[in-house]
Every structure is written in C-alpha cells, then in structure tokens.
C-alpha cells in the first residue's frame, strides 16, 4: 500500500525529503500512512494514522498547526479515560474550538466489521448510528454542532 496523504485547504509545496508531506506550514508530516481527511480554518488536521492496514491499526487522530497531537489509542490524549482505545477509528471533522470531534470506526477493526459514526465530545467517546441503520459514516459537523454523514439500512439504500 502506499502512502495516502492530504492536506485539503492546507496543502503546500512538496517536501525536500520524498516521501515526506507537508502543510501550508511547511512542516513535514512524519508518518506516510496518515489520511488527512478534514481541516480547521485555524489549521488543526483531522485523519487517522495506521500501520500498513486500513482497520487493525487505524486510530483517529488531529494535529493542530501549532503540533499538538491527539490520537484516539490508549494515552494518546483525545480521550478523558487515558487507558481507552478505538481502533479502526477515523476522526473526520471538529467545530471550530475542538470540543467535539466527529467521525467513524470499524467493529471488529477489519474489512468485514460494520462501520459506526462517533462523537467525542470533550474527550467523551460516544458512538452514533442512525436508527434502524447497519452502517453510519460521520463525515462533518458544524459550529452548531449539527453534523452530516452516511448511512445504510437493511436494504441496502
């Protein structure tokens, strides 16, 4: 697999060092196997970063322009419980000041595990599906706390 990595609005110019990325800030980001799915106007990055999987070892993480990182594993700093994990967890969205993030996760973290949407609000996980869903995605959210997604039902719409 190779390496995946966005910046989105943030996006600067290619790094000196190949296979490195970099943001508007011109920092390198370290770690090839990161998805930078989403991004503040302040800068702060949410994705997950795995192993060479996309499940087993996946974990939502942000980074704010400032490098602070935050991850949803054991210790990682996202969550108040510092002994609690999510694996198979990407981090999709925030508002604006961090408080609540959004995103999805895979039960069991593998390729048949069905996905569910959270919600970690002040470093609470809360898992979300939409009732009567077997798969929820949650992809955004807004300064309002409304937040936006996916999901199937049983029939498969």
């Known amino acids: 697999m190779g390496s995946v990595t966005r ?3 943030n996006a600067g110019p290619p790094s000196a060092t190949p296979g490195l990325a970099e943001c508007r800030d011109h ?13 503040t106007p302040e800068g ?3 994705g997950c970063d795995h192993d060479d999987d996309y499940f087993i070892s996946m974990v939502g993480f942000a980074r704010s322009r400032f490098d ?4 949803l594993d054991a210790g990682g700093g996202e969550l108040k419980n510092p002994t609690e994990s999510v694996w198979g967890s990407m981090n999709n969205g925030a508002t604006r000041d961090g408080s609540v993030i959004v995103g ?3 039960d ?7 996905y569910h949407g959270y ?7 809360h898992p979300y599906d939409v009732p009567g869903s077997v798969a929820t995605q949650t992809w955004g959210i807004n300064s309002a706390a409304d937040f ?10």
Do not use: K, R, W
């Open 7 to 9: 910046c989105l609005a």
């Open 27 to 39: 920092t390198p980001i370290p770690d090839l196997n990161q998805l930078h799915e989403n991004n």
């Open 44 to 46: 702060t990055i949410y």
């Open 68 to 71: 602070t990182y935050i991850t």
């Open 104 to 106: 999805l996760y895979v």
């Open 108 to 114: 069991p973290p593998d390729s048949n595990g069905q």
């Open 119 to 125: 919600v970690v609000h002040h470093g609470t996980f």
């Open 148 to 157: 936006v997604g996916l999901y199937d039902d049983a029939n498969g719409n």
